[in-house]
């Protein structure tokens, strides 16, 4: 008898725990995290790659031909306006310079000679005028051989830096050969971004923009646009689009490749509502569906996509700002249910 009691009560106690197992699933609070909708521009940000340069990059050379004599900086050196940069071997363009010199003093002495015969009535005004005329001409000839002479060095012409060196001290360079590249710091850096010709339309003189780099990760860098091209390049068909960059960077070198995420002057003339990507569920085209917070409670609520920027969704109609809408655990709750929010 004693047995058949006990079985009894076992039998009546599993069955209350059976029933309280049941229940529970069906009250069961679901936890997920939440993001509030917010307003963002009305178009979607242009995104693109480009190459960092500075915004003054002078290929120097010298004007007439020769010897280098000394080149008295490196590759990745800065410098300073007024520096000596490099310079040719002197003897030839100093005798040049001394041949005009002689030139000169002989002309002069010649019409010296010419006005005192002239006075005396010994030439004629046609000689005269011939003496001042060579003796202009020689003195022409000296300022060029003069000039010649002064762009035999090169000197930087505002600080900067160097960034190739394409001769050697004692290689023979041809006029106008370049030697060094410098880059100028008085303008700073700019960065060069190819777009199609739907996203440039979209662009215009002023609108800011976000540059980000692998060299620097995890900042962003604000710039804005400078140029605007009036044609495509004829080889790939794209726009090259120049960006300046507000301040100075020390960090950032020449040839860096970076991603422009530019905010088109467009995208200010009106607002979208936007959730994060996470939010939405079961996208058919422009279709789709979110979970809308209200209380403890989960509402699904169909939306309109109007496109996707990055990791946000903007929408043409579903929802208003500031909504809270499910992200983390969206996928596995459904209409109606409660929730627990995590922070």
Excluded: W
Aim: net charge negative; with cysteine; charged share 25%.
């Amino acid at each position: 008898m004693t047995r058949i009691l006990t079985l009894l009560v076992a039998a009546v106690l599993a069955a209350c725990s059976n029933g309280n197992a049941v229940q529970t699933e069906s009250e069961r609070t679901y936890s997920v995290r939440v993001a509030s909708a917010v307003a963002g521009p009305a178009a979607p940000t242009i995104r693109a790659t480009g190459v960092l340069k500075h915004k003054d990059e002078m290929r120097l050379a010298f004007k007439i031909g020769g010897v280098i004599a000394k080149i008295h900086v490196d590759e990745g050196q800065p410098v300073k306006q007024g520096q000596v940069l490099a310079e040719l071997e002197l003897a030839e363009i100093g005798s040049q310079v001394e041949q005009t010199r002689q030139m000169l003093s002989k002309a002069e002495r010649d019409l010296e000679r010419g006005e005192r015969l002239y006075q005396e009535q010994v030439i004629p005004l046609e000689a005269l005028q011939d003496l001042r005329t060579q003796r202009e001409m020689a003195a022409q000839s000296l300022k060029a051989t003069r000039f010649n002479k002064d762009t035999a060095v090169i000197t930087a012409s505002s600080d900067g830096v160097v960034l190739r060196k394409l001769a050697e001290s004692n290689e023979t360079v041809a006029p106008g050969a370049p030697v060094l590249v410098v880059g100028s710091s008085a303008n700073g850096f700019v960065l060069n971004a190819s777009l199609s010709d739907r996203d440039v339309v979209q662009v215009a003189f002023g609108d800011t923009a976000k540059l980000s780099f692998d060299a620097l990760p995890g900042e962003t860098i604000d710039a804005k646009v400078t140029r605007l091209p009036a044609a495509a390049d004829p080889k790939s068909g794209l726009f090259d689009v120049e960006l300046s960059i507000a301040g100075d960077e020390q960090r950032l070198r020449s040839g860096l490749v970076g991603r422009v995420a530019l905010t088109p002057a467009s995208a200010s003339a009106g607002s979208r509502v936007r959730v994060p990507i996470a939010a939405v569920l079961e996208g058919d085209r422009h279709r789709a569906s979110v979970f809308v917070l209200d209380g403890d409670v989960v509402k699904r609520t169909p939306i309109e996509v109007a496109f996707i920027d990055g990791d946000e969704v903007a929408l043409n109609s579903g929802i208003v700002e500031g909504a809270r809408v499910v992200t983390d655990g969206a996928a596995y709750v459904e209409d109606g249910k409660r929730v627990r929010v995590l922070e």
